[in-house]
T-cell receptor, first 116, second 111 residues
Framework: KAGVTQTPRYLIKTRGQQVTLSCSPI?????VSWYQQTPGQGLQFLFE???????NKGNFPGRFSGRQFSNSRSEMNVSTLELGDSALYLC???????????????FGAGTRLSVL | GQNIDQPTEMTATEGAIVQINCTYQ??????LFWYQQHAGEAPTFLSY????GLEEKGRFSSFLSRSKGYSYLLLKELQMKDSASYLC????????????FGAGTRLAVHP
């Protein structure tokens, strides 16, 4: 079974630009979550999508948005990039069961974004 | 607020046992996860606890006490390949798959 695939692996952008990152979950998984990882803040939750709907959102500005397609693939968009957006962006997929379910999240290798 | 604390760094010797502690204060709780992350790689799932007690999986065990807001990850028979960061994460009770992560513990295993 293929794992979580994120593309691209590396990106270099300049301030003010926008960027779109892609995540293909494990086959059969319906939930996709996005996290930002930086040396100073660690891993921080951005948002989760389940069945094409945003189910939960972290404390990030509106410049960070996402969507999920009918095949469960997800994209994350960051508009008007700032230097502080430089980070590793990780996507994780899970089966997406209810609150009582184990719902282990499996992570992709991430997209490393550098904003110059 | 949400707060998860773990030691920043630990060192241990190959073949030994090491315990990585995690304390948490979160507004809700629906399970605690441990992940391993090697430098430059994705976090990989190690263990999950939702009820008090010990979960054992090979060389790795994880313990949870919900009343104390405390968990630990126990690694036995340490190998060089266990040198990595270990991340403790609490799942928010109202947030389905929202994981709140600690800063991680960087473990160095020496021969």
């Amino acid at each position: 079974k293929a794992g979580v695939t994120q593309t691209p692996r590396y990106l270099i952008k300049t301030r003010g630009q926008q960027v779109t990152l892609s995540c293909s979950p494990i086959s059969g998984h319906r939930s996709v979550s996005w996290y930002q990882q930086t040396p100073g803040q660690g891993l921080q939750f951005l948002f989760e999508y389940f069945s094409e709907t945003q189910r939960n959102k972290g404390n990030f500005p509106g410049r960070f948005s996402g969507r999920q397609f009918s095949n469960s693939r997800s994209e994350m968009n960051v508009s008007t990039l700032e230097l502080g957006d430089s980070a590793l962006y990780l996507c994780a997929s899970s089966s997406g069961g209810g609150q009582g379910a184990k719902n282990i999240q499996y992570f992709g290798a991430g997209t490393r974004l550098s904003v110059l | 607020g949400q707060n998860i604390d773990q030691p920043t760094e630990m060192t241990a010797t190959e073949g030994a046992i090491v315990q990585i502690n995690c304390t948490y204060q979160t507004s809700g709780f629906n399970g605690l996860f441990w992940y391993q992350q090697h430098a430059g790689e994705a976090p990989t799932f190690l263990s999950y606890n939702v009820l008090d007690g010990l979960e054992e999986k090979g060389r790795f065990s994880s313990f949870l006490s919900r009343s104390k807001g405390y968990s630990y990850l126990l690694l036995k028979e340490l190998q060089m390949k266990d040198s990595a960061s270990y991340l403790c994460a609490v799942r928010d009770s109202g947030g389905y798959n929202k994981l709140i992560f600690g800063a991680g513990t960087r473990l160095a295993v020496h021969p």
